[in-house]
């Protein structure tokens, strides 16, 4: 019996780590943060939705849920745009997934599960990888048993949010896997489904021993692709 949550369950990622706990044999519940109410198949009965509008009440919250869950999930953040602008951006992404992430481990939680950014790196000149960096090391320094980063290039999916740019990269990622079996896209772009049920088999492993040796593990563009696809359908 393992119980879980997760946090950003409505985002591109974050619904597939969400859809995949509702489907996999292993998890028990699934607590699931939101500012809105889901709408989300729950075949198994083990949804325990956790809405509240204000996200700043979400941490304090977290020692509610029962049973407690031993692995957390955060697929949480925002574009720049969407939080408006960098400060509120940070607020979010850094702030709110820190909160979480110590609520989580005063709550009993093992194993912390992050959907971090390929090249995030706290010393970065880059706003949005040093943020994302910054989150990595605050996150590991926590305590859990383990931490997980997973570490995505592109993400491959449906977004009703993207820029121009964005759109046509990733029209140009998919068009690149459909003629060569993924071998042209897998290497830097890796589909959210794909993405969602790595984070998934990542946090998991970490519970039966097959996870590698060491508080923190990072999961890789290929170690997505092999967790999320290639084990996935084997």
Avoid at 7 to 18: H, K, P, Y
Avoid at 59 to 79: D, K, M, N, Q, R
Avoid at 141 to 162: M, N
Wanted: proline share 6%.
């Amino acid at each position: 019996m393992v119980a879980t949550a997760v946090v950003g369950s409505t985002g591109l990622v974050g619904s597939n780590i969400l859809s995949t706990l509702l489907t996999h044999p292993t998890p028990t519940t699934v607590s699931a943060f939101s500012r809105k109410p889901l709408q989300v198949s729950d075949p198994h009965s083990r949804l325990r939705p956790l809405t509240n509008s204000d996200s700043s009440a979400w941490p304090p919250e977290y020692s509610s849920i029962s049973p407690t869950p031993t692995v957390f999930f955060s697929a949480l953040g925002a574009t720049r745009a969407q939080a408006g602008g960098v400060a509120k951006q940070r607020e979010i992404d850094l702030d709110l997934n820190v909160a979480l992430a110590k609520a989580a481990k005063a709550a009993g939680c093992r194993v912390y599960v992050l959907i971090s950014v390929y090249g995030a790196n706290s010393a970065s000149m880059v706003p949005y990888t040093k943020m994302k960096g910054q989150l990595d090391e605050a996150v590991s320094d926590i305590g859990f048993e383990k931490v997980v980063l997973i570490k995505p290039g592109l993400i491959v999916g449906s977004r009703s949010d993207s820029r121009p740019a964005e759109y046509m990269t990733r029209c140009l990622a998919n068009g690149m896997g459909k003629v060569s079996g993924n071998k042209l896209k897998d290497f830097w772009a890796q589909d959210a489904d794909v993405i969602g049920k790595a984070a998934v088999s990542a946090g998991l492993r970490c519970l039966d021993g097959s996870a590698p040796e060491g508080k923190v593990w990072t999961v890789s563009m290929g170690d997505i692709v092999k967790l999320g696809r290639t084990e996935a359908t084997t």
